[in-house]
């Protein structure tokens, strides 16, 4: 597969995450496409990585590191989600809005 072949890709896990940030009320679907935009640019970073500098582990250190950071934060993200709809039965983002005391 060609850098062009993974950018597409990264390009194209990047808009569908984008179209479900912009489109859902559901902060589970929110953070699914968060996570869709975030696998993109990671998928982009390590094309160009494994294409530029290919002889050297640096970006698939950086990448490994970067999908970690990104379940630990999906992970306290819906803990957080969880906790605010067992407190207040909310699940759409407009609601959560409100719980600014």
Known sequence: MTLQGFLLLAAALFAVGLYGVLSQQSIVMLMMGLELMINGLIVAGGAFWYYVAPENADGQVLV???????????????????????????????????LKE
């Open 64 to 98: 490994l590191v970067a999908v970690t950071v990104m379940a630990l934060e999906m992970a306290m993200g819906f803990a957080v989600v969880t906790a605010i709809f067992r407190a207040r039965d909310v699940d759409v983002t407009d609601e959560a809005g409100d």
